[in-house]
């Protein structure tokens, strides 16, 4: 059995004032949500030239993967280890430092 318009208005107030912000606070500005921690991993597509991929790859497989004694090291888990070597603050600063400097060099380079 279909509902009828008025059944489907109110169905739809209900569910719009589900959605609603929390009223203003007086000066028209509605209050801001609570902040929800993310607790889902964040999905980062690059996209690589096949030169690039094979460096990347090669690097992996005949340093990493045989300093490390293992079969494969992913490339996902290199490109996670130079973000924290770029970003976290608890690590070497000078290593961090040059790193950025490098990075910054090569950001421009390829700019121009």
Known sequence: M?????????????????????????DGVPEKRAAVKRTKPVRLTVDLQPAAHRRLK???????????????????????????????VQRDKELRQALTAAVLEDLRANRQ
């Open 2 to 26: 279909s509902e009828t318009s008025k059944e489907r208005e109110e169905r739809m107030a209900r569910a719009a004032a589900g959605r609603r912000r929390p009223p203003a606070n007086g």
């Open 58 to 88: 090669g690097w992996a497989m005949s340093v990493a993967a045989v300093e490390l004694d293992v079969a494969d090291v992913p490339a996902a888990e290199v490109v996670r280890s130079l973000i924290d070597l770029l970003t976290n």
